[in-house]
């Protein structure tokens, strides 16, 4: 009959003295206390692993760091792996990786993983609005925390604080952000749930705002405005450039001469400069190129339409336009963005086919046939809504800044 090891007690491990050699006390089912000769105290446990039966000895910690108590749970935890075939060494490796890659996994290193796989379906000012909100609003509080620690409480706790000041769109974005993030962490293999999957229900709903913009019979008050303005003649072309064209600010002042096809009339603007990520081909109505005109009296030389005046090998800030439009009386009233919604209701109420309009706006269809169509057919039917409507602009203007012309203005559907 096998001899049984009498279990270690707390006051013969404090008593035990170094030795000449290192030598070992049993507590039994293979933990071992592994007295050395400089005294220190090792737990040990020793065990035959699955399949190969060849005995191993794995280090279970310092005593007193760790206790008899603490040292016989993970004895029992070991057991019960290999009492399942997994050898005990192999899971704590395992685990020892899994804490060292959460450690590295913080939810900040996560989400600028998630930010670059966007880069190429974005533009780069949008990239960059991101970007910042990311390290303003969610790195300092989350940013250095491993991502396999949150939960919806680690994000609801910080969003009720920007909630609190009543900014419920920001709360709304940085909620669907987080969760773009956490599903990425969940297919990127590192997380198996995405905890913050509806957090954005918790929260109060912003009400939705449209950019402030005028109505069609206000389109003359603007024109007005624009010819008395005392402002920069660049400023001025800028903003009927983006108007005659129906574009959005950054795509209206980030126009280089290289996208303009005199021969043509058209205007291509790049997929990289676009919100959709789809190429955009603009007919440039007579009014539109006289505006290039002038246009190429002052940056003719150089690679932007509209350079700006700090440094002009780069484009005017998209924000100039806003500015104009306030100190012309327009605060709260209208903003640049708002002119695209003034140039659709007033092509809508005129009875153009409102497909041709979206495809004026560079609005994408979610139908991918429809889509299809649109950009393979509405290039020559957007050539006549263009028309029309850069004449009606200059038909609204006294003392227009290009040259007037009789107005030959006719819905076409």
Same mark, same amino acid.
């Given at each position: ?20 050699? @290192? ?91 998630? /930010? ?30 491993? #991502? ?130 789809? @190429?955009?081909? #603009? ?55 708002? /002119? ?42 957007? #050539? ?30």
């Amino acid at each position: 009959m096998a001899n049984k090891t009498a279990p270690l007690t707390d006051t013969e491990i404090r008593q035990a003295k170094a030795k000449e050699k @290192e030598y070992n006390l049993g507590d039994g089912k293979g933990l071992l206390l592994r007295i050395k000769p400089n005294g220190s105290k090792l737990w040990l446990f020793n065990y035959q692993r699955p399949y190969t039966k060849k005995r191993a000895v794995l280090s279970v910690g310092s005593y007193p760091e760790v206790s008899l108590k603490q040292a016989r749970q993970t004895r029992l935890k070991y057991r019960e792996l290999l009492a399942n075939d997994v050898d005990p060494k192999d899971y704590k490796q395992e685990q020892e990786a899994q804490a060292k890659e959460a450690l590295t996994n913080t939810f900040e290193h996560v989400a600028n993983l998630w /930010l670059e796989s966007k880069r190429d379906t974005i533009t780069s000012g949008h990239f960059q609005q991101v970007k910042r909100s990311l390290e303003k609003d969610l790195f300092p509080s989350l940013g250095k925390k491993p #991502i396999s620690t949150l939960k919806a409480t680690s994000f609801i706790t910080l969003l009720r604080s920007i909630e609190a000041k009543g900014s419920l769109e920001t709360v709304k974005r940085l909620s669907q952000r987080i969760n773009n993030i956490m599903n990425y962490a969940v297919n990127y293999g590192l997380i198996e749930v995405n905890p913050a999957q509806a957090i954005g229900e918790v929260f109060k709903k912003p009400k939705k705002k449209h950019y402030p913009t005028l109505k069609p019979e206000q389109l003359p008050d603007l024109m007005k405005a624009l010819n008395t303005a005392s402002i920069q003649l660049q400023t001025r072309c800028l903003i009927e450039w983006q108007l005659h064209t129906i574009t959005r600010p950054s795509e209206a002042s980030g126009t280089k001469w290289s996208e303009i096809d005199f021969k043509q009339k058209t205007w291509t603007i790049p997929a990289e400069r676009m919100k959709s990520r789809i @190429e955009h081909i #603009i007919p440039l109505s007579e009014q539109a190129l006289a505006l290039l005109d002038i246009m190429k009296s002052i940056n003719g030389n150089r690679q932007h339409v509209f350079s700006s005046r700090i440094n002009p090998k780069k484009p005017m800030n998209s924000a100039t336009a806003n500015v104009a439009l306030k100190r012309m009386g327009f605060r709260g009233v209208l903003v640049s963005h708002g /002119l695209r919604a003034l140039a659709s209701t007033t092509l809508n109420e005129q009875g153009f086919n409102s497909d041709v309009i979206e495809a004026c706006l560079a609005h994408i269809d979610k139908n991918e046939v429809r889509k299809a169509y649109n950009r393979s057919t509405y290039l020559e039917q957007r #050539i006549k809504v263009m028309t029309w409507w850069s004449e009606h602009i200059e038909s609204t203007s006294q003392n227009h800044l290009l040259t007037t012309k009789k107005s030959r203005l006719k819905v076409v559907t």
